[in-house]
């Protein structure tokens, strides 16, 4: 989530509400028309941050390798246009989590060697909250992924709903990303339930 993702509501709030629910790990993601910059941007993830670490859920930056490491967040994740993630493990180290959106069996192996932790994979389904976003590629390529490289840890991610998840947990991911489905929602505590639900009906559990 980012500053401008939660509409009406505080973005604070939110996140204290998504955390009471029970998200694992939360991605600051500060994209698009209004977007914060400067001190704006390091105030905010500070207190994204702040807010993660009173619940002990690691905080994750999307491409912001530079506020990552000033701020001292538990990881980074790069997109395929983003700085190689090669380049990104070396700034991080080693202790720090790196994720890497990849998009096939080729480019989940290109992660690999840079070091990524785990990749996100998407969009399964169509999204509203990336205005850039690749057409929808199902589960197809996540199982592939999978099916090549079993103990890497993928999220599926875009227009990921309590309504469809399951078919994403089945495809054999770790997790789930998602940004107004909790965001948007109006008990956000019940709606991160929701997925939490739709995990064990989707992995037999």
Request: glycine share 10%; net charge negative.
């Amino acid at each position: 989530m980012g500053s401008r993702n939660s509409e009406t509501k505080d973005p604070f709030t939110i996140l204290e509400e998504a955390l009471q629910g029970g998200i694992t790990h939360f991605q600051l993601r500060e994209k698009g028309s209004g977007a914060l910059t400067g001190y704006a941007l390091r105030n905010f993830a500070l207190r994204c941050q702040q807010v993660c670490q009173n619940y002990s859920v690691p905080f994750i930056v999307n491409d912001d390798v530079e506020l990552a490491c000033s701020i001292d967040a538990d990881g980074v994740h790069v997109g395929q246009d983003d700085e190689t993630a090669f380049q990104v493990r070396q700034l991080i180290g080693e202790e720090k989590l790196l994720g890497v959106s990849v998009h096939s069996v080729e480019e989940a192996r290109l992660a690999i060697q840079a070091g990524a932790d785990y990749v996100g994979m998407g969009p399964v389904f169509g999204t509203t909250s990336k205005a850039d976003a690749k057409k929808p590629a199902g589960v197809e390529e996540i199982k592939a992924v999978k099916r090549e490289y079993p103990q890497l840890p993928i999220v599926g991610i875009g227009g990921i709903i309590p309504e469809n998840a399951d078919q994403v947990w089945r495809a054999g991911v770790s997790g789930v990303a998602v940004i107004s489905a909790i965001a948007n929602a109006k008990d956000v505590v019940e709606q991160v339930k929701a997925f939490q639900l739709s995990c064990k009906v989707g992995i037999g559990r």
